[in-house]
């Protein structure tokens, strides 16, 4: 078990080099965090306008948007897991700065690892998802008739349908600010002190 930066936990003051690493979880982790908070908020909010939205239907006949909508709160839960991952990074950071409380290079990489595998996976299934509603509204599309678009408006795509889809990139670039955050910090961590 590597302590961080010396072999032993001492009592002397914490050194420079690992006082800027401390410095820079907190820093990296609250951007983290405030940046996935407020995404994923936003996102949580247009998911949940469009569930108790009068004019969503899970059973029409263009294909089913349940699917997608599953796989879009699979997402946000992985994503809700990830806000917690960056809260504790600035956590690890405050410990740092503590010798008789400092945290292992190991436990400080595990906790970055399990950040990271955490908004991958979530970005896999909002990505999927994001996938499956753009394909739906591609059928939707290709199968108005030309010049019916004036009289079938039962057919056209409707704002309601986009707006799932912001939900969906928002979620998409909040998991991609903790994987950003996650490999800055493992860079961070990994250099030599």
């Known amino acids: 078990m590597e302590r961080l930066p010396g072999n032993a936990p001492s009592h002397r003051s914490t050194t420079q080099p690992l006082h800027r690493l401390g410095q820079e979880l907190q820093r990296f982790g609250w951007i983290g965090f405030w940046t996935q908070v407020v995404l994923g908020f936003v996102s949580l909010l247009i998911v949940i306008i469009v569930i108790f939205s009068r004019s969503f239907n899970l059973n029409r006949s263009q294909g089913s948007p349940t699917l997608g909508l599953v796989l879009a709160i699979i997402g946000l839960v992985f994503l809700g897991v ?11 950071g405050r410990r740092l700065d503590r010798p008789e409380n400092r ?13 990271l595998w955490v908004n991958v996976a979530g970005m896999i299934f909002t990505v999927a998802a994001a996938e499956w509603n753009v394909g739906m509204l591609l059928l939707k599309v290709l199968s108005i008739p030309q010049g019916a678009a004036v009289y079938a408006t039962n057919v056209l795509i409707e704002p309601l349908e986009i707006f799932i889809i912001q939900a969906k990139v928002n979620t998409i670039a909040a998991q991609l600010t903790g994987i950003i955050v996650a490999l800055w910090l493992l860079r961070c961590v990994r250099r030599p002190l």
């Open 103 to 115: 945290p292992t290079k190991e436990h400080v990489i595990r906790s970055l690892n399990i950040g």
């Open 82 to 92: 990830s806000i917690y991952c960056c809260y504790r990074y600035p956590q690890l």
